[in-house]
C-alpha cells in the first residue's frame, strides 16, 4: 500500500493528475485520488483509473486514508508507504500520530 503526496511528479505520473493538491493511496486491489473540491471537476476529466475521495472542509486526509484502510479491510499492522523526500518532518510527525497503520518510507 503506498500514500503519495502531491509534491512531486509521480501523482502526475501514476494518476494522469496535473494538479497541484492530492493525495494517492494505492492498495492492490483499488487506486483512490483524494483532493479536496478545487479540483473534482479537473480529476474527473484526467483521471482514470482512480477513484475520486473527496475531501470536504474540515476533513483531514489523514481521515480518509483511514476509511480507506478500514475498507480494504486492512489492519493497524498493515504497511503504508511513503516517499518521504516528499514528506516533511513535521507532516510526517502528524502521519504517525493519526495515520492508523505502519509507515514505512521509501
Not at 494518476?15 to 493538491?21: I, V
Not at 478545487?38 to 475531501?55: D, N, P, S, T
Request: some cysteine; hydrophobic content about 40%.
Amino acid at each position: 500500500l503506498r500514500v503519495w503526496e502531491s509534491d512531486n511528479k509521480n501523482v502526475l505520473y501514476l494518476s494522469g493528475f496535473s494538479g497541484s493538491a492530492a493525495h494517492l493511496f494505492i492498495s492492490r486491489k483499488k487506486a483512490y485520488i483524494i483532493c479536496d473540491p478545487r479540483y473534482w471537476l479537473r480529476i474527473a476529466g484526467e483521471v482514470r483509473e482512480f477513484k475520486l475521495v473527496k475531501q470536504k472542509r474540515g476533513v483531514r486526509p489523514t481521515d480518509l486514508i483511514n476509511e480507506l484502510l478500514q475498507a480494504e479491510k486492512l489492519t493497524s499492522k498493515a504497511r503504508v508507504d511513503y516517499e518521504s523526500a516528499h514528506v516533511s518532518v513535521d507532516l510526517l510527525s502528524r502521519w504517525k500520530k493519526e495515520i492508523k497503520a505502519n509507515l514505512m518510507p521509501t
